[in-house]
C-alpha cells in the first residue's frame, strides 16, 4: 500500500484499539460498583433467609391440605452426536448447560465448552421479570433418550407442562435438523376454579447467559439482540450497554418492547444462544447481567468479568379458568458458525444463491466501532464472503493458514490495476515534488495562492492528488471485514499454522521473564514488510512527512501486537504481495510528466472547476480587502476633517 492508505489503515486501527482501551476501563470501574451493588444485595437476602419457615408458617388444622415434599433436584441428559443437553427439573424444569461436545475450553485439553454454565437458571425457566424466577422444583413425567416432560405450578398457580425434545425434519425438507437444535414445547393451564385476572402478567421464557470463556476475552464480546420479523431488524447492545453513557444511567437489567419477536439471545466471543418463536408475536425482552470469574485465570483481577443474560416475552394472551396454550420454541446452543447458522432451517436452500435463515445476523458483521456507519454497507457482505472463501479454501488446502494466504492473494490480485494507476499517479507526483517546493517558497506568505498555484500545476500535468488513494479505499473495507470477521470466527479457533498454535489468539512464541510480555513473532514480521514495502514507495511529501512514515510501522505493531494472528498473516501476507508489486512497478518505464492539453468540453474539466473556484474565492477576499480598506481610508479622511 502507498503511504496514504497506511494513514487511513493506522488511524481506522488506533480508533478501534481506542476505543476497546477505553471501553475496558470503563467495565472494570463500573464491574466494582455493580459488584458492590451484588454484595449489598446478597446480604438483604442472607438476612430475608435468616427468617425461621416456623415463625411464618400459620397454625395447621386439621381441614388443611397435606403437605407435598418438594421433588429433589435431578438431570436428565439428551445427547447429539456434537451437544450434549443436561436438563433438570429445578425452577419448573429446563436446560441447565449444554456441554459441546466438540469444543475444548483449550488447545488439547478435555474440558468442555459448557454454554449457560455461568447462569443458575436453566434455559426455559419461566420468569416474571428479571431476576424473578419461581424456586420449586418440577416433576419428571417421562423421559427417554429424545424427549423429557416436566410437569410444575407458578406461583400464581398456572400449571406448566413442557416438553423438551431433540426436533426431526419435516417430510420434504432438503437436509436434517442441525444438531445444535432442541427445541421446547410449553403448555399453560389455568385451574377451573381459578378466577381470570383483569390483566394478563407478561410471562418470560429464559434464553440463556453468555459469560467469557478465556482471559483475552472481554466483557464486550459479550452481547445480547433480539429480532423482530415485521420490521425485518435486529437489536443487538453489548454488555456495556448496562453502564450507561452521557444520558443514561447505569442499570442491573432493562426490558424492552418487541412487535413480532421472532428470537432472542446472547454471545460470547465465539458462542451463542438463540431462542426462537416459531410464531412471531408482540411481546417483550428483558436482559441483565452479572459478575463471573473466568475460568481457568489465576489472577484476581483478570478473572472478573460480566455475564449477560436474556428471556423472550411469551404472547400475551389472555388465559381463562379451565383452558390452556400450548407454544413452541426452538433454541441453538453452539458455536457461531457462519454456514451452520444459515442453514438451521432445513426447508430452506440456503445455498449460494439459496434464502438463508435470518439467525446468521448474530453474526453482525456489519458492527464495527467508529466506522461501522461508514462502512457497514461493505463490511457484512465482505465479512460473509471472506469466512465462506477461507472455508472453502481449507476445505482444499488443509489449512486455514494457507487459506488465509491465497484469499489474500486473489483479494490483491483483484485490486491489482487500482494499485498500478495509484503507483503511476504516486511517480508523476513525485516528479512534480521540485515545482510544488518552489511554489511553497515563492508564496509562503500568502496560503490561499499557494493552494491556487498547486491546484493549477495539478491541472496542467493532469495529475488527480486523490489517484493514491485508490487502494485505501479498496482495500480499508476489506481491512476491517477481515477485522470483524476473525474477532468471532469459531472455524479458526484452535486451528494452528506453522508456530501459530492457535489463529484466532496472538501467536505467542515465549514470554519476556521478568516483564511478564508476550513476544508475538507475526506482529514484528508484519512490522518489517512494512517498512520495506514503505521504503519502496515514491517519495512525495516533505522530511517530515517521511520522518512519520518511517515510525508508522512500529506504531502498527504496538496498535496490533494483540490481534489474532490470522490478521497479522494477512498483512505480513499483503505487504509481501504489495513489496513484489512494487518491485515490478518499479521495473516498467517511468511514466511520463506532459503537460496536458486544456479541456474543450463545456466547463473544462474537474482540474479546469477546481482552478477556477480557487480563483474566484481568491478574488473575492481580495474584493473584500479593498473594501475595507476604502472603508478604513473613508473613516481616516472624516477625522481629519
Known amino acids: 500500500m502507498d503511504r496514504t492508505s497506511w494513514i487511513a489503515v493506522i488511524l481506522c486501527a488506533s480508533g478501534l484499539v481506542g476505543w476497546t482501551f477505553w471501553q475496558q476501563k470503563v467495565t472494570a470501574d463500573f464491574q466494582k460498583q455493580h459488584q458492590a451493588q451484588i454484595e449489598r444485595q446478597k446480604a438483604e437476602a442472607a438476612k430475608k433467609d435468616q427468617a425461621s419457615p416456623q415463625t411464618l408458617e400459620a397454625p395447621k388444622s386439621p ?327 477461507l472455508v472453502f479454501l481449507k476445505g482444499v488446502l488443509g489449512k486455514y493458514g494457507f487459506a488465509i494466504i491465497v484469499t489474500t492473494i486473489i483479494i490483491r490480485t483483484a485490486i491489482w490495476p487500482l494499485y498500478a494507476k495509484s503507483a503511476r499517479t504516486m511517480k508523476r507526483m513525485s516528479k512534480l515534488t521540485p515545482l510544488m517546493t518552489e511554489i511553497r517558497e515563492k508564496y509562503k506568505d500568502d496560503p490561499q495562492k499557494q493552494n491556487t498555484e498547486v491546484m493549477k500545476l495539478y491541472g496542467e500535468y493532469g495529475v488527480n492528488p486523490l489517484g493514491g488513494c485508490l487502494p485505501m479505499f479498496a482495500q480499508l473495507p476489506v481491512f476491517l471485514a477481515f477485522y470483524r470477521m476473525l474477532s468471532s470466527a469459531v472455524e479458526l479457533r484452535h486451528e494452528g499454522f506453522l508456530w501459530v498454535k492457535d489463529l484466532s489468539m496472538p501467536d505467542t512464541v515465549w514470554t519476556i521473564p521478568g516483564l511478564d510480555m508476550p513476544l508475538n513473532l507475526l506482529p514484528l514480521l508484519m512490522a518489517g514488510t512494512t517498512y520495506v514495502q514503505m521504503s519502496l514507495t515514491p517519495k512525495t511529501g516533505d522530511k517530515t512527512q517521511q520522518m512519520v512514515m518511517m515510525f508508522m510501522p512500529a506504531m502498527f505493531v504496538f496498535i496490533c501486537y494483540n490481534f489474532a494472528s490470522a490478521l497479522a498473516l494477512y498483512w505480513t501476507t499483503s505487504n509481501l504481495f504489495s513489496i513484489l508489486q512494487t518491485w515490478l512497478t518499479n521495473r516498467l518505464p517511468e511514466p511520463e510528466l506532459k503537460k496536458r492539453k486544456v479541456s474543450a468540453r463545456a466547463g473544462g474539466g474537474f482540474f479546469d472547476r477546481l482552478q477556477e473556484r480557487a480563483k474566484q474565492q481568491q478574488e473575492r477576499a481580495r474584493t473584500l480587502g479593498d473594501r475595507g480598506d476604502r472603508h478604513t481610508q473613508s473613516k481616516t479622511k472624516k477625522r481629519k476633517k
Open 63 to 389: 381441614d388443611a391440605a397435606p403437605v407435598v415434599e418438594a421433588t429433589p433436584p435431578k438431570e436428565v441428559i439428551l445427547t447429539t452426536d456434537t451437544v450434549r443437553f443436561v436438563l433438570t427439573n429445578a425452577q419448573g424444569g429446563g436446560i441447565q448447560r449444554a456441554e459441546l461436545l466438540k469444543h475444548t475450553m483449550e488447545l488439547g485439553g478435555e474440558a468442555l465448552i459448557s454454554l449457560n454454565a455461568a447462569s443458575t437458571h436453566p434455559v426455559g425457566a419461566l420468569s416474571d421479570g428479571p431476576g424473578l424466577f419461581s424456586s420449586s422444583a418440577a416433576t419428571i413425567v417421562s423421559q427417554n433418550d429424545q424427549e423429557v416432560i416436566f410437569s410444575s405450578k407458578t406461583t400464581d398457580g398456572i400449571e406448566v407442562e413442557k416438553r423438551f425434545f431433540l426436533p426431526v425434519a419435516p417430510a420434504g425438507a432438503l437436509r436434517t435438523m442441525d444438531p445444535y437444535l432442541i427445541r421446547l414445547e410449553v403448555t399453560l393451564r389455568r385451574p377451573k376454579d381459578q378466577a381470570e385476572p383483569a390483566l394478563e402478567p407478561t410471562r418470560y421464557l429464559y434464553s440463556g447467559a453468555a459469560a467469557p470463556l478465556q482471559s483475552n476475552e472481554t466483557s464486550l464480546q459479550s452481547t445480547f439482540y433480539w429480532k423482530e420479523a415485521k420490521s425485518g431488524d435486529m437489536e443487538h447492545k453489548m454488555g456495556t450497554y448496562f453502564k450507561g453513557g452521557w444520558f443514561s444511567k447505569a442499570k442491573t437489567s432493562d426490558t424492552f418492547e418487541a412487535q413480532a419477536l421472532e428470537w432472542a439471545g446472547v454471545e460470547s466471543q465465539f458462542f451463542s444462544i438463540i431462542g426462537k418463536a416459531l410464531v412471531p408475536v408482540d411481546t417483550a425482552v428483558w436482559a441483565s447481567h452479572f459478575p463471573v470469574q473466568i475460568p481457568g485465570v489465576k489472577e484476581e483481577a483478570k478473572a472478573k468479568s460480566n455475564a449477560i443474560e436474556v428471556a423472550l416475552g411469551l404472547p400475551r394472551l389472555p388465559l381463562k379458568a379451565g383452558d390452556q396454550q400450548t407454544h413452541v420454541y426452538e433454541f441453538y446452543m453452539g458455536p457461531k458458525e457462519y454456514q451452520r447458522l444459515g442453514k438451521l432451517d432445513p426447508t430452506k436452500a440456503a445455498g449460494l444463491w439459496g434464502e438463508k435463515d435470518n439467525r446468521q445476523l448474530v453474526m453482525n458483521y456489519n458492527s464495527v466501532p467508529l466506522f461501522g456507519w461508514i462502512f457497514g454497507w461493505a463490511i457484512k457482505p465482505f465479512a460473509g464472503w471472506l469466512l465462506t472463501t
